[in-house]
């Protein structure tokens, strides 16, 4: 809810004499505070996370390009010394001084990037052949110690995002031999896997108070992947590939990739219905408005792919605004009825 609207009901409040005056000022002053001290904090962590970033590209940078020149000990020296000293800083911050200083959080966000910056300089200077999959497993196997000892987001954040790329790259070593078909479906299979073990980990961390605070986070990467996977598959492409046609080239001989595609457009309307309802039913107003948004990107990528090879494209805009006007029209004439429903959920 924006700050306008709740100083809307604490005015509609103080006509209707269920609180004071000066109640009224006391509670307009703490939402004041608590909204900018809140924008603050999202602020300075956007601030912190662009800065770590830079952080550690530079260093990694700045090594790389006079790597040739270091000796061999020191070379030793600064592979360890990359993750160990913004490691220990964090250690000291967080653990030891229980505070939660800037530099801190800037160290603790480094570390990780850090962790796979030593681990691809160590294998360049004793010219081990690193495979890529175990790179990044190794790297991975390394971030762990910072999400079970800080137990910070931005820890859950590195590390669900290092297993995701890690995944991709086991996957392209699997099926490196496999036709497009199988491709399709084994990556499908590994995307919807990964997306349920986050999802299962959400719900265990919402049972735990130290972990409660990630469970969101955790959620909201499952239901991205989910619907980024099942909105691929509402394309054409998708069914006719699955079912050894390519899209590109080969016409398919049979209209079986059709009811395929329906039921996979279903599927995904489907989904978006149970996330607006789950939303809803949790009082996440703000998210539910995000799927109505997805569904709505949906339908005008639908819209585009089915009418922009039949019309004049001059028609086809107007056709195009006509529809969503008188959609917007529709949404605005129902919007009671709309949040009626949404107070019924409480």
Same mark, same amino acid.
């Given at each position: ?71 061999? /000990?020191? @070379?030793?020296?600064?592979? =360890? +010394? ?7 800083? *964090?250690?000291?911050? %967080? !653990? ?113 108070? /130290?972990? @409660?605070?990630?469970?969101? =986070? +955790? ?7 989910? *619907?980024?996977?099942? %909105? !691929? ?114």
């Amino acid at each position: 809810m924006k700050k306008k609207e709740i100083f809307e009901f604490i005015n509609s409040w103080k006509e209707k004499n269920i609180i004071t005056e000066e109640q009224g000022i006391c509670m307009e002053k703490d939402v004041r505070h608590s909204l900018s001290e809140k924008s603050g904090r999202h602020f300075v962590s956007i601030l912190l996370s662009m800065g770590a970033v830079a952080i550690g590209a530079g260093i990694l940078l700045l090594i790389a390009s006079n790597w040739s020149g270091i000796p061999r /000990i020191v @070379k030793l020296i600064l592979i =360890l +010394l990359l993750p160990l000293i913004p490691f220990a800083y *964090t250690y000291y911050d %967080f !653990i030891v001084r229980g505070q939660k200083g800037i530099f801190g959080r800037v160290a603790n966000m480094l570390s990780p990037a850090l962790v796979g910056g030593a681990l691809a300089l160590f294998g360049q200077t004793y010219n081990l052949e690193t495979n890529p999959v175990s790179f990044m497993w190794m790297w991975c196997l390394f971030t762990v110690p910072f999400v079970l000892l800080f137990k910070k987001r931005e820890n859950v954040f590195s590390l669900t995002v290092l297993v995701g790329i890690a995944l991709l790259v086991q996957f392209a070593d699997w099926v490196g031999y496999q036709n497009e078909s199988q491709i399709i479906i084994l990556q499908s299979i590994v995307s919807l896997v990964y997306a349920g073990a986050l999802y299962g980990l959400s719900r265990l961390a919402d049972s735990s108070k /130290i972990w @409660k605070k990630n469970s969101n =986070l +955790l959620r909201s990467f499952a239901s991205w992947i989910t *619907t980024i996977l099942l %909105f !691929i598959t509402t394309f054409n492409w998708y069914s006719q590939e699955l079912l050894g046609y390519s899209y590109w080239s080969d016409a398919p001989q049979s209209n079986a990739w059709i009811v395929l595609a329906i039921v996979f457009n279903i599927v995904f309307i489907l989904f978006l219905v149970f996330m607006g309802y789950i939303r809803i039913k949790n009082q996440e107003y703000r998210r539910a408005f995000g799927v109505v948004r997805i569904f709505a990107l949906y339908l005008l990528v639908k819209y585009i792919v089915l009418f922009s090879d039949m019309f004049d494209t001059g028609l086809f805009m107007i056709i195009g605004g006509i529809l969503f006007v008188g959609g917007g029209w529709y949404l605005e004439k129902k919007k009671s009825s709309l949040i009626e429903l949404m107070k019924s959920e409480d």
